[in-house]
């Protein structure tokens, strides 16, 4: 009896070992695993957050700087904010068109630095003050719409062609009237509810006010070249089989 005990104390003993021992042939592979995974970790990119602009920084050198200076401020600033990767070289005075998905008004001014900049589109960024950009003389297309930018005195002598201000919500839309090269203009889903000072806006070929609380529009329908009129869903009662052979026949 006491052999079979012993027997069977032994046959316990060999299970525990070999369980024991494959716990430890199946966990190197494991650890292996877990340590590749760790060191590629290093080959990704850098979270912008853990690395933020300093604007004020950038805008203060941009201030100081010489013309040369000032260039390399900003491909740096560009760089940082993802337009370009820095790969390849990059000539400030050949960037002609700029779309950013987050921006903030100290760093609109920086962009305002950009000598022949043409086109930009800060449409659903922070942005809410566009003072700076009156320094953009070349600029021809503008996109600020979902913003929550209130005054545009700055647009009044720039030679902008295009503008679009979906949904927002502006104090005073009376200096669009100023801006006597717009042919594209996109008021939709606005605040705006008088367009009395667009009488002398003679380049417009496109107008949208569709959703808006317009409702008088004698003073753009006269305009010479206005082909386009979207105003659905607007305030205005008209007869719209008149007004769209006013258009036609232009």
């Known amino acids: 009896m006491n052999s079979y005990l012993k027997v069977f104390i032994a046959l316990i003993f060999l299970a525990s070992s070999l369980y024991l ?18 060191s590629t970790k290093k080959f990704n990119a850098p979270d912008k957050k853990s690395n933020p602009i300093n604007i004020k920084r950038i805008n203060t050198q941009l201030a100081d700087a010489k ?13 940082a904010k993802g337009i370009f990767d820095g790969s390849s070289p990059i000539d400030i005075s050949d960037i ?8 903030s008004n100290l760093e609109l001014i920086t962009v305002s630095h950009l000598p022949n900049l043409m086109e930009l589109n800060i449409a659903g960024t922070r942005v809410s003050e566009i003072e ?9 297309h503008l996109d600020i719409s979902n913003t929550t930018i209130t005054n545009l005195r700055a647009l009044r002598d720039l030679p902008l062609k295009s503008l679009l201000m979906k949904n927002c919500s502006v104090r005073n839309y009376s200096s669009i009237g100023k801006i006597k090269t717009l042919e594209h203009l996109d008021l939709s889903d606005s ?3 008088d367009i009395s000072s667009f009488k002398d806006l003679e380049s417009l070929t496109k107008l949208d006010i569709s959703n808006t609380k317009v409702s008088n529009l004698s003073a753009v329908i006269p305009l010479p070249n206005l082909k386009k009129l979207n105003y659905e869903n607007s305030a205005v009662v008209i007869d719209s089989d008149n007004i769209e052979l006013i258009l036609r026949t232009r």
Do not use: A, G, R, Y
């Open 21 to 38: 021992f494959k716990e430890e042939i199946w966990t190197e592979p494991s650890s292996t695993k877990t340590s590749n995974i760790d």
């Open 67 to 79: 013309p040369t200076n000032k260039k390399q401020v900003l491909k740096d600033f560009l760089i």
């Open 96 to 103: 002609k068109t700029l779309t950013f998905k987050e921006l």
């Open 191 to 193: 605040s705006i509810e």
């Open 132 to 140: 700076c950009l009156k320094s953009l003389q070349s600029l021809k």
